[in-house]
């Protein structure tokens, strides 16, 4: 495994929700309290940013080439980079702005998780105090139904599932708290919540990638570092960052062995220079693509 490279010192305020397009062998990312979304094209290394008219919270890849599905504060929208074509989706979130969109992922399925918290970011993106239990876990299928499947949430982060279609992760930020559950392929319902890692010391459980041998990449928000976890729950590893909020990962390169991830530079300590930037390691081993959001 490499030592951390930064590719891209983009002062994220919070970097979040990176996703690799291996058709344009780019990542896209986040900027939440910035309202913008960045591009970094690997092969031109060359960087590019939108802007949007509210918080930008996550990222999905779609089954139509060149569509992203994008998570906003109050709602999601269907997106095209190459045109900046922005549609809605049709999903809206009930109690924005108190409450916003956070993390948000497709699963092995093509339907859409998003997950929400209490509104910590002001209608000029100026930082806010998270808290409370405000948060919820929302389904969206290809169809555009929405289902609830889980309430009582502080800050909702880390969603990922197993290679072998199983099991899915999702982290409370808030309870130090990654949980596993039971994964249907078939129906798309999760239950059966258990505590998956748990009370780690370094930081806060931020956004996860899987790789393709079942281990957990978790990024810890205030801990330095990227911890990846066992299927058993054990610590494999302790990734050192030179940055002190690490926020998300994802997997990248031809052969997607290349880890991007990204950070954020609000609530860093003096000297955290390389704070909301975005770096790639290369590991030995290969992660898992991201899965699509069915249009429907």
Request: with cysteine; hydrophobic share 35%.
């Amino acid at each position: 495994m490499s030592e951390p490279k930064c590719l891209v010192p983009s002062g994220d305020r919070c970097g979040e929700a990176p996703v690799w397009c291996s058709e344009e062998h780019a990542v896209y990312w986040v900027d939440v309290n910035r309202f913008l979304i960045h591009r970094y094209d690997a092969s031109q290394d060359s960087v590019k940013a939108w802007f949007f008219d509210e918080p930008v919270t996550a990222l999905a890849l779609s089954d139509a080439e060149g569509t992203l599905a994008v998570a906003l504060g109050s709602r999601v929208i269907f997106w095209t980079p190459r045109t900046d074509e922005r549609r809605d989706q049709g999903f809206r979130l009930d109690g924005w702005p108190a409450v916003r969109l956070n993390e948000g992922r497709a699963d092995p399925r093509g339907s859409l998780w998003v997950g929400s918290m209490r509104n910590n970011v002001g209608p000029d993106g100026a930082p806010g105090k998270a808290g409370g239990e405000d948060g919820v876990l929302y389904r969206i299928d290809p169809d555009g139904s929405v289902t609830e499947w889980k309430r009582g949430i502080g800050i909702s982060n880390t969603m990922t599932w197993s290679p072998d279609r199983r099991y899915f992760y999702f982290a409370d930020t808030l309870k130090n708290t990654v949980y596993v559950y039971d994964y249907d392929y078939g129906t798309g319902a999760i239950g059966n919540e258990q505590p998956f890692f748990s009370g780690f010391s370094r930081g806060s459980p931020d956004g996860s990638a899987m790789d393709s041998g079942g281990y957990l990449w978790n990024c810890r928000h205030g801990g330095g570092s990227i911890v990846r976890v066992a299927p058993d729950g054990s610590i494999d590893r302790v990734i050192e960052m030179p940055a002190a909020n690490l926020t998300s990962c994802t997997f990248g390169g031809a052969d997607y062995r290349t880890l991007y991830a990204v950070s954020a530079s609000l609530g860093g300590p003096p000297g955290d220079r390389l704070g909301g930037s975005l770096f790639a390691i290369e590991v030995s081993v290969a992660g898992m693509p991201e899965n699509r959001f069915k249009l429907g």
